[in-house]
């Protein structure tokens, strides 16, 4: 039976795609996938599952994959509980707290904050002391502050563009995210060696690489 990798749609794809490749699995079906959601290996030794970030920890809780591939950040935020395997150390960026030009950061009164992580946004102003409204958006977080719907936003940052090209600024970091193996861990206990022979391979590539 195939190996079900739920791996998260977007930006991580590619380096992925790279990194699994290296590690000696045939990814050709992956890369000519177009807009199919599941893509089986030649080999069928892997499935691999398309989806949303914050899905893949549902299909992992909910053991309808063996293994996810997903951002800390995702995995923070949704509590997971399942077992993290290794550091993909790719999909790198950080959490930041940013806003326009004119936000008072020790302004009186309680702020309202836009973010796609309400959890960990509402941890990291608990952590100091403060009191805020946190809303939760979707996506183009930004937006926030520049239409009046919040003081300022917690998201995450990769190369500083979105930021900068809708002129708003960082005004603390928090936590650095990264992409993570994680395995579902009934099915550990099941596919040990499929499993850890894949976490081999990728160690090695991923130690050759840094
Ligand atoms: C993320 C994040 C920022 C952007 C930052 O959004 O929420 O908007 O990336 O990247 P940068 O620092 O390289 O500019 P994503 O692209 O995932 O889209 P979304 O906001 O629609 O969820």
Known sequence: MSLKIALTKGR???PVIALLSAAGV???P???KKRKLIVNTSDEKYE???AKGPDVTTYLNSGVVDIGIVGSDI???HRNNQYELLDLEIGKCQFVLASTEDFDINKEGRRVIGTKYPLITQKY???LGQDVEVIKIE???ELAPLIGLADAIVDITETGTTLR???LYIYDYLDKVSTRFVVNRMSLKQNAREIYSLVDRLEQVIKANN
């Open 12 to 14: 991580i794809e590619e």
């Open 26 to 28: 045939d990814c050709e």
């Open 30 to 32: 992956l890369k000519n």
């Open 48 to 50: 691999f599952i398309l």
């Open 75 to 77: 995995l923070t935020e």
């Open 125 to 127: 102003f608990e952590s």
């Open 139 to 141: 996506g183009s977080v």
């Open 165 to 167: 090209e809708n002129n």
